[in-house]
């Protein structure tokens, strides 16, 4: 079997890996990939505008590619995998209707309401005055979000009254992102424990992945703006049995059943973000795609054969009667990125360290490039260091040893990804 992926991050860099440890699979390729998919055993990248659906279509059919599996949320939301369906090929993503669970916050959350999955109550609005009058009436801390894609940085979490009106007025006057935010939602505060909880559906029947925890404020203890994501660890210890069963009863399987129910079923990835509140779970957003970092990580630790899972289900019903399983150990992801970022970042830094190994672990890529025979810093987040240990807090030691072996000119990364879960071991033993 031959499987293309869609996109060139940290993600996509652990999809190509995971895919390619199948038996079953000749060959895997990437587009446009990055400098870390390229060197892996099986692996191609491909150069194509992944805006130019006939042009991917082209390869699909002169590649003989029998799967696509695309990354992230932006060409899913153009349309990308409905146009390569409609061909007559294989593609594992959720249809762009579908998709808006991600793309449109309102949605979402009107999706919610009807189903009764547990979430935040929220208001909509595009209007400033009726915003701002709202926001007046309100407790401290709210949430404002953009309702479109804003690269998981449209939300702020205010605590004041000035910083929440400024949000507002920032995100309805279009400065802040664009049309993406020419519509609002506020939210209440949920106060308690992030959680991500992903699961591959064919659109009725879900394979849960290990549980994870992301870690997005760009500073140590959870300080500074929100980024795509500074790391990750599996599995996410909030999550024990019994939070595990509400999770699937309240959230995962009304999620699954009332797109099916609407006529619209949820192919592919489904990426709750959830916050646990005293043991019960909240939606805080749904992703229709896998989760970056969660997905380094998560993959690092399943066991089945993943190009099979995703293949089946892209069949209505494929999925009935199979599983994922995963190796019990804990695993660590540490993102290393450009100093700046999630603000203005520079590229083209050179990067040192990259082959200096510590076992156990692996280097995923993201933002880089080669120029010259080197690889060179090319985005925002730019490598993600994971390690796998018996212990989350062994797991961390290890990915933070190799992860500073890497050094680049203001490389940033976070000190303390884990640290609940390692909160939550040393209670254990103590
Ligand atoms: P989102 O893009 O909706 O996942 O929001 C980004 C981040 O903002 C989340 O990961 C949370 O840390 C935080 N957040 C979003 N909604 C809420 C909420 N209702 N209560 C508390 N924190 C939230
Ligand atoms: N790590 C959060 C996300 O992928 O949206």
Request: hydrophobic fraction near 35%.
């Amino acid at each position: 079997m031959k499987v293309l992926v869609i996109g060139s991050g940290g993600r996509e860099h652990a999809l190509a890996w995971s895919v390619a440890q199948s038996r079953e699979v000749s060959e895997v390729l990437v587009t446009p990939g990055n400098p870390g998919t390229s060197s892996e055993q099986k692996v191609r990248n491909i150069t194509l505008n992944i805006s130019d659906h006939a042009a991917i279509e082209e390869v699909v059919k002169t590649e003989s590619i029998d799967l696509t599996i695309i990354g992230p949320e932006q060409p899913i939301v153009e349309g990308l995998g409905d146009f390569l369906t409609e061909q007559g090929h294989k593609c594992l993503a959720p249809t762009t209707f579908a998709a808006q669970l991600e793309g449109s916050k309102s949605f979402a959350k009107e999706f919610m309401k009807r189903h009764k999955i547990p979430t935040a109550n929220a208001f909509v609005t595009r209007n400033i005055d009726e915003a701002c009058a709202h926001i007046r009436r309100s407790d401290f801390p709210i949430v404002i979000k953009a309702e479109g894609l804003a690269a998981g940085k449209g939300v702020v979490v205010a605590t004041s009254l000035n910083q929440a009106l400024n949000a507002v007025r920032n995100m309805l006057s279009g400065r802040a992102f664009g049309d993406a935010a020419s519509t609002i939602v506020i939210e209440d505060y949920l106060d308690g424990e992030e959680a991500s909880f992903i699961v591959l559906t064919d659109g009725e029947h879900t394979l849960p992945f290990a549980t994870s925890q992301d870690h997005k404020p760009v500073y140590d203890g959870d300080k500074g703006p929100n980024t795509g994501g500074m790391g990750a660890y599996s599995p996410a210890p909030v999550i024990d049995d019994s939070v595990y069963s509400k999770i699937m009863e309240r959230i995962v399987s009304p999620t699954i059943q009332g797109m099916q129910e609407e006529n619209n079923p949820c192919q592919g990835f489904l990426y709750v973000g959830l916050m646990i509140c005293n043991g019960d779970p909240y939606v805080v957003e749904y992703n229709c795609r896998f989760g970056d970092p969660e997905a380094q990580p998560v993959l690092m630790r399943l066991q089945s054969d993943f190009a099979m899972r995703c293949l089946a289900a892209t069949d209505a019903g494929g999925l009935k009667g199979q599983q994922l399983k995963f190796k019990k150990n804990c695993t660590v992801a540490i993102v290393l990125a450009s100093p700046g970022y999630p603000g203005k970042y520079k590229t083209n830094l050179p990067i040192k360290g990259l082959n200096a190994n510590v076992p156990g672990t692996k280097v995923f890529h993201a933002g880089t490039k080669e120029d010259q025979g080197r690889i060179v810093t090319n985005g925002g987040r730019v490598l993600t260091v994971v390690s796998s240990g018996p212990t989350v807090e062994l797991a961390q030691r290890n990915a933070y040893a190799r992860a500073k072996k890497i050094q680049w000119s203001g490389v940033h990364m976070r000190t303390d990804i884990g640290h609940r879960a390692i909160a939550r071991e040393r209670e254990k033993t103590t």
